[in-house]
T-cell receptor
């Protein structure tokens, strides 16, 4: 099956710094990637839809200037958490779907555990 | 509209069966089922499409009642490895770049 690789898996950063998370589709072209945030024992909260070559579509309540998304190629999308604060600590997961196949299940990256200290 | 999952939590002994339901207030094009273990990303289980097609693997089955706008996931003869949180994701229409709307999850614990 298709593979989505997310890096890093864990990151600890100081308050006020920025963190970049990468999401790559390894064996298919992902024109669209989805970025989620997940708090402990809660569901996946969609933050934004990343579109290759165009601006990301953010969900209501998600700060565009704080969570910068770049989708420069068909296989790579990045999420940058700018000026991170402890309340940004969370599990961030990306997902992509291979629209060229009949059954378009969502493939998830491994997730990134962000801790802001 | 977020789908509603029930029950919220299930505790089983190994070998027992369980059913997890996912209901939507809107007409659905497809329903996806995933299992997530603590600290890991969700793993694909099943996809059920409008019209009856489905794709899945493992010893898990599911149904999709389009008229009732609901899906059920059947876990039979549960194994310890089935433990985790089960999420359903729904789509309301066909077409590329559509997003999945996720339920709140059902926590399943299988004990020896």
């Amino acid at each position: 099956g298709a593979v989505v690789s997310q890096h890093p898996s864990r990151v600890i950063c100081k308050s006020g710094t920025s963190v970049k998370i990468e999401c790559r589709s390894l064996d298919f072209q992902a024109t669209t990637m989805f970025w989620y945030r997940q708090f402990p024992k809660q569901s996946l909260m969609l933050m934004a839809t990343s579109n290759e070559g165009s601006k990301a579509t953010y969900e209501q309540g998600v700060e565009k200037d704080k969570f910068l998304i770049n989708h420069a190629s068909l296989t790579l999308s990045t999420l940058t958490v700018t000026s991170a604060h402890p309340e940004d600590s969370s599990f961030y997961i990306c997902s992509a779907r291979d629209w060229d196949t009949t059954y378009t299940e969502a493939f998830f990256g491994q997730g990134t555990r962000l801790t802001v200290v | 509209q977020q789908p509603v999952q029930s029950p919220q939590a299930v505790i089983l002994r190994e070998g027992e069966d369980a059913v997890i339901n996912c209901s939507s207030s809107k007409a659905l094009y497809s329903v996806h089922w995933y299992r997530q273990k603590h600290g890991e990303a969700p793993v694909f289980l099943m996809i059920l499409l409008k019209g009856g097609e489905q794709k899945g693997h493992e010893k898990i089955s599911a149904s999709f009642n389009e008229k009732k706008q609901q899906s059920s996931l059947y876990l039979t003869a549960s194994q310890l490895s089935y433990s985790g949180t089960y999420f359903c994701g729904t789509e309301e229409s066909a077409g590329n770049n559509r997003k999945l709307i996720w339920g709140l999850g059902t926590s399943l614990a299988v004990n020896p």
